[in-house]
């Protein structure tokens, strides 16, 4: 069984899988895609994302609770053959000679069968126009075909914006808990079950394009 040791939304497993593929594309799964309202980039992160990742973390996410998600984390998270480190660009963004500005970023470990999502942010000026979804839809798609039974995140209690989110990708409050960053601010535990725990049964087979 999987232990978890957070801080923020994160997790320390000591059971892991290796972290899927990225999926082929997001067509014909149980995820359901529903369009973003720009052009979303979505791909695996690279080292040279890592500091404006590790900003937005300590800007948008860890604000109060102290600087955890520092450049090197992120850096061996992107190398951690267990976690998946997505980028999103949300609009055309190859000038030539620039690295493509960031929109948001999320990050998810893979257990035995439980994936955790460690972190997942939108820029401020960006929000509301899908890019988080899209995200979402990657890394649920992936968990599914990965074959993770849930999908587990903790985040502060007083983010309403973070709880509608989630619920609206499908994620139900399971806990609150008091105290829980830094001895004092309560996070709620959310999750998102993807089948029943337990062995694959032998008919599993990863989802099949085109059939839900
Ligand atoms: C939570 C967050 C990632 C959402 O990203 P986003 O790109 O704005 O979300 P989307 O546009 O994909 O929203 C998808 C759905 O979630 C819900 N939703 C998202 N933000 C919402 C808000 N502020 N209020 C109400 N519902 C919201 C809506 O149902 C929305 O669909 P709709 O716009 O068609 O109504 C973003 O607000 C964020 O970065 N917040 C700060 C960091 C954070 O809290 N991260 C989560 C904890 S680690």
């Known amino acids: 069984m999987a232990v978890f040791a957070f801080q923020n939304c994160i997790p320390i497993d000591n059971q892991k899988h290796s972290a ?3 999926p082929a594309n997001n067509h014909g799964t149980i995820v359901r895609v529903k369009k973003a309202k720009v052009s979303v980039t979505i791909r695996i992160a690279e080292p040279g994302d890592a500091r404006a990742i590790a900003e937005m973390s ?3 996410i860890e604000s109060g609770l102290g600087w955890k998600y520092d450049p090197a984390h992120i850096l061996r998270a992107m190398r951690r053959r267990e976690s998946v480190v997505l980028a999103a660009s949300g609009r055309p963004t190859y000038v030539a000679g620039t690295r493509p500005a960031l929109a948001g970023f999320a990050i998810m470990d893979f257990g ?3 994936a955790h999502l460690v972190l997942l942010a939108v820029q401020p000026m ?3 126009l899908g890019i988080g979804r899209r995200m979402m839809e990657w890394l649920l798609e992936s968990a599914l075909t990965a074959g993770m039974a849930s999908v587990h995140l903790e985040l502060r209690a007083d983010n309403a ?3 509608r989110f989630y619920r ?3 994620f139900s409050e399971t806990l609150l808990m008091p105290r829980y960053y830094d001895g004092r601010e309560a996070a709620m535990r959310m999750i998102r079950v993807l089948r029943a725990p337990g062995p ?3 008919s599993w087979r990863p989802p099949v394009l085109g059939q839900n």
């Open 58 to 60: 300590r800007d948008l």
């Open 168 to 170: 609206a990708l499908g």
């Open 200 to 202: 694959l049964p032998l």
């Open 112 to 114: 035995d069968e439980r």
């Open 161 to 163: 914006a973070g709880r």
């Open 20 to 22: 899927p593929v990225p």
């Open 126 to 128: 960006q929000r509301r």
